[in-house]
């Protein structure tokens, strides 16, 4: 069974979207937890910077990568 060219562009497209989509939680997890601890930065300032980036970040990956799995299982039924 042979890996077609437009399969294994999905895989990497899909592979690199996941990989950044964990970098950048990851990311921002340790800064929230850098904010939770430092007596300089209030907590309530560092939530309200961070948690709408974080809330567009995850929305807009997970909804990126549903897109790609519909339009993979779409061809298949082709």
């Known amino acids: 069974m042979e890996i077609s060219m437009r399969e294994r ?3 990497w497209v ?3 979207v996941s990989t950044t989509l964990c970098i950048s939680v990851l990311a921002m997890v340790f800064a929230f937890l850098l904010g939770l601890w430092a007596k300089e930065v209030d907590n309530a300032e ?3 910077m961070i948690s709408p980036a974080f809330s567009t970040l995850i929305g807009g990956m997970i ?3 549903s897109g790609i799995k ?3 299982n779409d061809e298949d039924k082709k």
């Open 70 to 72: 519909l339009m993979q």
């Open 14 to 16: 899909t592979f690199m």
């Open 46 to 48: 560092i939530f309200k």
């Open 63 to 65: 909804g990126f990568l």
């Open 9 to 11: 562009l999905t895989f």
